[in-house]
């Protein structure tokens, strides 16, 4: 049993900041992928980061030079600079390890001014 939860959300104004966290828990592995996906309203899930437990960090080409993902152990940051309208949506946590994903329950980023 795995389990996620997000924290870090909130209304932020264009150009601001936020940081996300996500905290796992349970039968975690020494091998897998942590990363961060969004969702806005009426559009399909989508990457934005992800970081391997042994460091390795890709980006999304939206996110790229503006958001920052990290770990410690078990835990994932997403720091997030300049953001943009766009960049509202719910923002979720997910684990892949040994073939299986788990999802957090999501937290909600809102960029308006």
């Known amino acids: 049993q795995v389990q996620l939860v997000e924290s870090g959300g909130g209304l932020v104004q264009p150009g601001g900041s936020l940081r996300l966290s996500c905290a796992a828990s349970?039968?975690?592995?020494?091998?897998?992928?942590m990363g961060w996906y969004r969702q806005a309203p009426g559009k399909e899930r989508e990457w934005v980061a992800v970081?391997?437990?042994?460091?390795y960090t890709d980006y999304a080409e939206p996110v790229k030079g503006r958001f920052a993902v990290s770990r410690d152990k078990n835990t994932v940051y997403l720091q997030m600079n300049s953001l943009k309208p766009d960049d509202t949506a719910v923002y979720y946590c997910?684990?892949?390890?040994?073939?299986?994903?788990?999802w957090g329950q999501g937290t909600q980023v809102t960029v308006s001014s």
């Open positions: 997910r684990l892949r390890q040994s073939g299986n994903v788990h």
């Open positions: 349970g039968s975690i592995g020494s091998s897998n992928v």
């Open positions: 970081v391997s437990s042994a460091g």
